[in-house]
């Protein structure tokens, strides 16, 4: 009788706290820059700052057919932009920016033009050390730059 209640007591944790990893990680100024009738791509920027180490591993969102984390960095006199393979590694307790001119999140085949003033739902796929997987689910406001900080 012993072990089944341990056994219980196990699954019932661990049903409980895979969820609660996404919760580990805070998002902060959070957007994505508008668009123009007939742009097919966008960005989504903000500051992802993990409790424990963990990588963004994917991310998704209805409003574009791909959604992708990439890295835009200068090689020589040449700009480059490529996905990240293998995740976004989240330091503990470091900040890590996706920005304009750096990490990002890149919105490629857009269903519908990213109106000023709107949000689109993005969900951010997350892999902590153990591989054990979570998501978390986002509302991102649409704007023409980013917002200011202490502002919504």
Do not use: N
């Not at 990893?21 to 994505?32: E, K, N, Y």
């Not at 966008?42 to 700052?49: D, I, K, V």
């Amino acid at each position: 009788m012993k072990s089944l209640k341990f056994v219980i007591a196990t699954l019932l944790a661990a049903t409980v706290s895979a969820p609660l990893l996404a919760q580990t990680v805070d998002v902060s100024g959070a957007w994505a820059r508008a668009t123009v009738q007939g742009q097919k791509a966008s960005g989504a920027f903000m500051q992802l700052t993990a409790k424990e180490g963990t990588r963004l591993v994917a991310v998704a969102t209805p409003v574009a057919g791909v959604a992708e984390v990439h890295e835009m960095k200068m090689e020589g006199d040449v700009m480059t932009m490529r996905a990240v393979q293998g995740g976004l590694e989240l330091p503990a307790g470091k900040a890590v920016a996706l920005s304009p001119s750096g990490y990002h999140v890149m919105l490629m085949d857009l269903k519908l033009p990213l109106r000023k003033d709107t949000t689109i739902p993005l969900t951010l796929v997350f892999k902590d050390a153990k591989g054990v997987e979570s998501k978390k689910e986002l509302l991102v406001p649409v704007a023409t730059s980013a917002p200011m900080p202490g502002k919504p």
